[in-house]
């Protein structure tokens, strides 16, 4: 029997395999083929601040999974007496909670004049002020200095984290289409990709074999039930972003007290 012919055995038992591998946990949604022209409602956070000392300034984020190293943003900060605005995309997804960790592994003070979330046009969607960060855990202060705000760590902190209180989860305009656009684009270049792997294996195999071999309608069946296992096989690469995209399509923020 032709090995690439579709049969109701080899259906069912891709199919199966293909359920069990999109089942797995994929730490790191893969994006195959990511958007060329995202719309303005993508956000992105921007900050302005200086430190008086080196170390990794993070912003954690949480999206449903808790704060994680995957959904955290970083970079490394020296001593300056210039506030340096940096300016991050935020994933298209609900987030929920944000914190700020002023220095990584030692004490310092964290000068911020600036700290909001705008869309791509630069539309103010939020702005932060002193009051919403939270002496949560080794901040010694969050006291006010001209045009901004000052975090201080405690003298023998390591780890210093201060919660950012949040009015409302911020769910970007258009997330959902955004994500629908993804998954499809990132499903459809890696289904193509292998389909032609296994048309080029199918082919190759066939070389010698009569002409009759490829004639129709053998030959679709073939094609057809290779461009079936091509599709799995992207779900299964793609299964990270296929979740997440249907979990945040699903949130429904709570609803706000009166």
Known sequence: MDPFHPT??????????????FLLPQKIPLEYYSLNNPSSGLQYLQITCAANTTDLVKVSLDTGRGFNDIETIQWPISPSDTAYTYTFPLPD???????????????????????????????????????????????????????????????????????????RPLIAEG????????????????????????????????????????????????IFFLAFIALLFSAIGNRGLIKNSIRYALYRPPMQAR
């Not at 901040?139 to 919660?163: E, H, Q, Y």
């Open 175 to 222: 997330m959902n289409t955004r994500n629908l656009q993804r998954c499809l684009l990132s499903c459809a270049y890696l289904s193509l990709m292998v389909w032609i792997l296994l048309l080029a294996v199918h082919f190759a195999l066939k070389i010698d074999q009569s002409a009759s071999a490829f004639r129709f309608p053998h030959s679709a069946f073939a």
């Open 8 to 21: 109701q055995s080899r259906i069912l038992f891709a199919s199966v395999v293909a359920i069990a591998g």
């Open 93 to 167: 997804a609900p987030i929920r909670k944000m914190r700020l960790a002023p220095f990584e592994t030692k004490p310092g003070e964290l000068t911020i004049t600036n700290f909001r979330i705008i869309n791509r046009t630069g539309q103010e969607i939020c702005r932060f002020n002193r009051d919403a960060f939270q002496r949560s855990y080794q901040i010694a202060a969050v006291m006010p200095v001209v045009g901004g705000w000052k975090v201080i760590t405690n003298l023998n902190a390591t780890r210093a984290f201060s919660d950012i209180k949040l009015g």
